[in-house]
């Protein structure tokens, strides 16, 4: 059985404005990471996740391939498993599979932004899984979190995949926990991916890799105002950087102008003022350590229940329930 429920912004091109014109307005200006993402961008994070040096999805496979009964049988064998920015589930089948293993896999809920994408998972999911029942949500979990279906008395597994809750600041990623554990019952638990604290070396280089390709990736998304907002960005007038905040324990990334220019934006009737060496943020990847997260956890109101790591210890996924 599929049902697949849409609740998207009637004009995300109006919010698209909005953010770009507030983003490059601020000091320092600043584009949010979603607009990476079209189709080239969602292609060369593919290319990514491939790399040597970018060992996060990796780390989240193997732990999810070794650990998904452990981490079943630790969140109380739910029945249902809710994933936000689920895409095409690739990684979450090992879930899935679990859940069947151990007899309680009844309802899967996938959130995602793209509606094709959601119906596609869903009809491959229903041929895999027999009997499974997928009642997906086509929204921006971010805004609309607290559509997500309570569909089983019997416990939710909520799983938020990839490290994307580094990409929030804190304050804005206490909010979004905080309305998570608002959502979880007695016998729901959150499953949550985290990149971890680890050599600089090694993060820089996993943000700034020897092709190239994480470059490219983060010029995409002046490619997509380009497209979106009739923008004049010249791509060669801006080169990427990567580098660790020790003090803020994150990668953050930037694009620094290499010349003193002016762009204008058509759609937005905005010009904006480049110096040379000026840099614009485009995303940042928080780090953790597990007392931090076990902090954090506390501060929105959960406390961590479970712990797995991958063998080299680099990424975590941890389980969390309401207080």
Not at 96 to 105: H, P, T, Y
Not at 161 to 190: C, K, M, V
Not at 209 to 235: P, Q, S, Y
Request: proline fraction near 4%; charge should be negative; hydrophobic fraction near 40%.
């Amino acid at each position: 059985m599929i049902a697949i429920e849409v609740h998207l912004d009637s004009d995300t091109a109006a919010k698209m404005r909005q953010d770009v014109r507030a983003g490059l307005l601020a000091t320092p200006k600043e584009l949010a990471p979603k607009y990476f993402y079209d189709e080239l961008g969602s292609q060369l994070f593919e290319q990514i996740t491939g790399l040597p040096e970018y060992y996060p999805t990796r780390a989240e496979r193997a732990i999810l391939v070794e650990r998904a009964a452990a981490i079943v049988a630790t969140a109380g064998a739910p029945r249902t498993l809710v994933e936000l920015g689920s895409g095409s589930a690739a990684k979450t089948r090992h879930l899935l599979s679990a859940m069947r293993d151990a007899d309680c896999l009844g309802t899967y809920v996938p959130v995602d932004i793209s509606e094709e994408i959601t119906h596609e998972t869903a009809e491959s999911l229903v041929e895999e899984y027999p009997g499974l029942v997928v009642h997906g949500l086509v929204c921006d979990f971010e805004h609309h979190l607290e559509r997500i279906p309570d569909v089983d008395a019997d416990g939710r597994l909520v799983a938020f995949l990839g490290g994307t809750i580094g990409n929030l600041y804190p304050e804005a990623r206490r909010d979004f926990l905080g309305r998570i554990a608002g959502l979880l019952g007695p016998g729901d638990s959150l499953l949550l991916g985290t990149d971890l604290v680890k050599d600089h070396g090694r993060l820089e280089a996993a943000y700034d890799d020897a092709e190239g390709i994480t470059a490219e990736f983060n010029k995409n998304v002046l490619r997509v105002l380009n497209r979106e907002l009739g923008a004049d960005f010249d791509l060669d007038a801006f080169e990427h950087v990567a580098r660790y905040d020790v003090e803020g324990a994150r990668m953050d990334i930037r694009l620094r102008s290499v010349a003193e220019q002016t762009i204008r934006l058509e759609e937005l009737d905005l010009t904006v003022e480049f110096d040379e060496g000026e840099e614009m943020r485009t995303e940042i990847s928080a780090k953790f350590t597990r007392e931090r997260l076990e902090e954090i956890y506390a501060e929105s109101g959960m406390a961590m229940s479970g712990w797995f790591t991958d063998p080299a210890g680099d990424y975590a996924l941890s389980l969390a329930r309401p207080l």
